[in-house]
């Protein structure tokens, strides 16, 4: 259990990084946050990528059940832990898209109308991204 959370803790420690890092490479001028939106959607796409890839791989390893006390995690499932729920779950964030879309709703010079492209284009891009990355991550 200790190994799990430090993975996690880990992956999401550079994907909050990183995802920082975006946010002060493309700043917001008070309108869209392109930072976010592209933070989100490349998270999906690593997101669909790793699940099409581990899952292609699949084993046992890949079980929920937690090892036994004091075993290594098996290195597919150190992957996901580090990876998926770690980096991607940090880089990711659904919170601050929702911040975003109401701060747009009421932004006079964007409108309502700029909200709902941000909320849907950002749900629609994103499972784009994941079925892609899914699709790249299936190929032999």
Do not use: K
Not at 14 to 27: H, M, N
Not at 128 to 140: E, I, K
Request: aromatic share 6%; glycine share 16%; net charge positive.
């Amino acid at each position: 259990m200790i190994q799990s959370l430090i993975l996690v803790g880990l992956g999401g420690s550079f994907g909050a990084a990183a995802r920082e890092g975006l946010v002060l490479a493309i700043p917001n001028d008070g309108g869209v946050p392109w930072a976010i939106l592209l933070a989100n959607i490349v998270g999906a796409l690593i997101l669909g990528l790793l699940l099409s890839t581990l899952t292609r791989h699949a084993s046992h390893d890949l079980s929920p059940a937690p090892p036994r006390r004091g075993a290594i995690l098996p290195r597919r499932r150190s992957l996901q832990l580090l990876l998926g729920t770690g980096f991607c779950g940090g880089f990711t964030t659904y919170s601050t898209l929702a911040v975003g879309f109401v701060s747009l709703s009421g932004t006079a010079s964007q409108g309502p109308s700029v909200a709902v492209a941000y909320g849907l284009g950002t749900v629609v891009l994103g499972g784009v991204a994941t079925w892609l990355g899914m699709a790249w991550g299936s190929r032999s």
